[in-house]
Each structure stands twice: as C-alpha cells, then as structure tokens.
C-alpha cells in the first residue's frame, strides 16, 4: 500500500504528542521499514521544521532516507486551486498525493479532506490496513 503521510502525522512523531504519538510514530515505522512506499511533502517538511520551533533537521534528514517527496511543480499548484478547498495546504497535501499515486492519506485531520479524490483515514486505520 502506498501512503501519504499527513504533517500532522510527522509533528505527532517529532514532537511526541500524546496520546497521538504511538499510532503515528507505528506508521512512520511502517514506512521506515518499506522504502519508497511513503511520500511526504516538500512544503510539509518546511512546515515541519517551522513548527518544531528548534528545529528537525536530523527528523528530516532521516525521514528522506526512506520516504519519496514528489517533486510538484505549477501544474500541481493549479490542480490544488482546483481542488477548491477551505485551507489551500491541505489541498497541496492532495496534490502531491496524487503524484505519488497514494492509496490512502494517513491524517488525524480526515474531516477537512473529505472532498479529496484520495481517501484520508487516521493512523489506526492505516496500520489495519497494512
């Protein structure tokens, strides 16, 4: 299965946020363990770091060893306009998701990826599925 994982997943992770940290630190480990089946994006990485406030450039650096980032481009910024949702970055998650050519969006947030054309489903429900 290939899996697109969500920032909020990565923050849970980084930050070891409770009580989300374990199913999301499961799916990281998932995808640590099949390389190349998990894609993360760029924007979502600086969005990352940011959000980290010290940093997470050994969180980064470790994560690139084993996850894809599609390289998006104006095309794919365009099908995110397109896609006409209430928060533009979660449109760019989508976008990049479907260069990927995920199966599941794995998010805490499913309720503002309703409208996407790629399912979005909790940590839980992802590690049912893999």
Do not use: C
Not at 17 to 24: D, K, L, T, W, Y
Not at 88 to 117: H, Y
Request: proline share 4%.
């Amino acid at each position: 299965m290939r899996l697109f994982i969500d920032t909020d997943i990565l923050l849970d992770v980084l930050l070891n946020r409770r009580p989300h940290a374990e199913a999301s630190g499961k799916v990281v480990d998932w995808a640590e363990e099949n390389p190349g089946m998990a894609a993360v994006s760029w924007h979502g990485l600086a969005n990352l770091h940011y959000l980290s406030k010290n940093g997470a450039e050994d969180f980064i650096g470790d994560l690139i060893g084993f996850a894809e980032i599609p390289q998006t481009g104006s095309e794919h910024m365009r099908q995110a306009l397109d896609l006409r949702f209430k928060d533009l970055e979660d449109a760019m998650q989508v976008a990049a998701a479907l260069l990927f050519g995920a199966q599941v969006i794995v998010t805490r947030n499913t309720r503002d990826f309703k409208a996407s054309p790629i399912k979005a489903v909790t940590p839980e429900a992802a590690l049912k599925a893999i």
